[in-house]
């Protein structure tokens, strides 16, 4: 949206002239403070009172957020190649951030933890096998998983040791 579009927008929702909002937008842009636009740039603002020109800086505020998460979540979706035509409509139609969030929850990446990580290396049933405690043959279920592929290497893998396996250079 274009801030002559946003301008618009706050023109209707507040009942005021769209040359009025655009005037105060500029205004509090240029570092106007609220008290001193409503007081002395009433000529440009068409006398908003401070309640007004609060309300416009606000609701700018609110609008220029939007838009900017608006705008980072389309690129989130889009760099996934998930963005249908359907989805962006609805969420170039939201109007709040809460629906945008809401709209871009399914998409939203999500962390990698450790256990993700093993997950992605095929890791899972074998935490399940030990979870389950069924019987001590733990290291003979775990060489199974063993891929240099998915880089799942041994208990001893290359030049590693464990400090239970450690030889004692002294």
Do not use: C, W
């Not at 190649?81 to 929850?105: G, P, V």
């Not at 935490?127 to 199974?144: D, G, M, S, V």
């Amino acid at each position: 949206m274009t801030e002559l579009q946003l301008h618009s927008k706050i023109a209707r929702l507040l009942n005021i002239h769209i040359n009025n909002v655009t005037a105060t937008v500029e205004l509090l842009d240029e570092g106007g403070t609220i008290p001193f636009i409503s007081r002395y740039r009433k000529e440009a603002t068409g006398s908003l009172d401070e309640v007004q020109v609060m309300q416009v800086r606000d609701e700018i505020e609110r609008l220029r957020q939007l838009e900017q998460r608006r705008e980072s979540i389309l690129k989130s979706i889009e760099s996934q190649n998930k963005l249908t035509e359907e989805l962006k409509d609805n969420i170039i139609a939201a109007e709040t951030l809460s629906r945008l969030e809401d709209l871009y929850l399914p998409y939203k990446p999500k962390r990698r933890t450790k256990a993700t990580i093993a997950r992605e290396k095929g890791l899972e049933p074998l935490a399940l096998y030990i979870f389950e405690q069924k019987n001590n043959l733990i290291t003979e279920e775990a060489e199974k998983f063993i891929s240099d592929d998915k880089g799942v290497i041994g208990r001893r893998g290359p030049g590693r040791r464990t400090r239970h396996h450690r030889r004692n250079d002294n």
